[in-house]
């Protein structure tokens, strides 16, 4: 009965392993696509939608499957229900990658430019790897790390945001564009915001407890 329960939680380890990969994947070509205009890149991505979606129902079914016929212990309990929140947060960042390369499709000849852009897309996906990282490996240091860094992303949507208002502020023409590209930056705060749901899960999957949150 235990072989038979490790067998399958090495099964459902190895599919967040690949979705984990495929999701890091998608966010490297949303990036190329907003920061070059890459309608190709952009195209992958929103083509990987159906694909990622697959993944993780196809984890959902194998944590239910494990939970109603293998009966785990507290530890292991902790293990599969962990999983299953970690991959709806997984999922949702996956939906709204795709959601950042259509817009990128929208923003092939963008007027405006934004400072910092990048830098907010590489630190977003700095932790969404790191996240990954930390709930795959059972990392709880990084996982903190993925947390605290939450702060960086949230300060840059706000510097980037009020530049938006300030070129549409001198040129009112730019409105429409402008909020696609607020759109843009509201999907990178959302996913560093899932990222540390995904390192939060970590706590949980080892311990049996959320992490403690200074006050």
Avoid at 48 to 75: F, G, K, N, S
Avoid at 189 to 197: L, T
């Amino acid at each position: 009965m235990r072989k038979e329960f490790l067998l399958q939680l090495k099964k459902i380890d190895d599919l967040v392993l690949k979705m984990g990969s495929r999701i890091e994947e998608t966010f490297a070509l949303a990036r190329e696509a907003l920061l070059t205009g890459d309608k190709a890149a952009a195209e992958e991505v929103v083509k990987a939608d159906e694909e990622l979606y697959q993944m993780e129902r196809d984890i959902e079914i194998l944590c239910m499957h494990l939970l109603l016929t293998q009966q785990p212990v507290a530890r292991d309990l902790h293990l599969v229900a962990g999983t299953l929140k970690m991959i709806t947060d997984l999922g949702r960042i996956g939906a709204q990658i795709v959601d950042l390369a259509k817009y990128a499709m929208i923003l092939k000849k963008p007027q405006i430019k934004i400072k910092k852009l990048d830098h907010m897309i590489d630190q977003t996906g700095n932790m969404l790897n790191r996240g990954i990282k930390a709930f795959v490996e059972k990392d709880e240091i990084v996982a903190n790390s993925v947390i605290d860094n939450d702060e960086r992303v949230d300060k840059y949507f706000i510097k980037i945001r009020e530049n938006l208002a300030e070129q549409v502020k001198k040129s009112p023409d730019l409105a429409p564009e402008s909020l696609s590209w607020l759109m843009v930056i509201k999907y990178l705060e959302r996913i560093a915001d899932h990222a540390c749901n995904v390192a939060e899960w970590t706590f949980f999957a080892v311990t049996g407890r959320h992490r403690q949150r200074p006050d």
